[in-house]
């Protein structure tokens, strides 16, 4: 079993910067990609931001510039540092995750529970 566990959302003035974490935990041997999703009520949830085992990141347009996914693989955790802050990014976060659970098996993909972002104008 994995569980991923997101924190560090709330309500920030336009402008601002905000800082998600999500910490991985359970019964695993790996993480390949691990990085953030959004999902604003009444649209699709949205890549934000990835990592990949390699180390290489992927960002949506929407926040080049302005997001950085980062990742500790020693905690098993990513962070995504959020700057300039807009009301368009006001959404529920979530981690997403590709899991190595077993050996012999391919990687799991699991999703947190998601952090409220709210950006105010």
């Known amino acids: 079993q994995v569980q991923l566990v997101e924190s560090g959302g709330g309500l920030v003035q336009a402008g601002g910067s905000l800082r998600l974490s999500c910490a991985a935990s359970?019964?695993?041997?790996?993480?390949?990609?691990m990085g953030w999703y959004r999902q604003a009520p009444g649209k699709e949830r949205e890549l934000v931001g990835v990592?990949?085992?390699?180390?290489?990141?992927n960002y949506a347009d929407s926040v080049k510039g302005r997001f950085t996914v980062s990742r500790d693989n020693a905690k098993n955790t990513v962070y995504l540092q959020m700057n300039n802050l807009k009301p368009e990014d006001t959404a529920v976060y979530y981690c997403?995750?590709?899991?190595?659970?077993?050996?012999?098996?391919?990687?799991?993909?699991?999703w947190g529970q998601g952090t409220q972002v709210t950006v105010s104008s």
């Open positions: 990592s990949t085992s390699g180390g290489n990141t």
């Open positions: 359970g019964r695993f041997f790996s993480i390949n990609a």
């Open positions: 997403n995750a590709y899991v190595i659970t077993t050996l012999f098996r391919a990687a799991n993909e699991y």
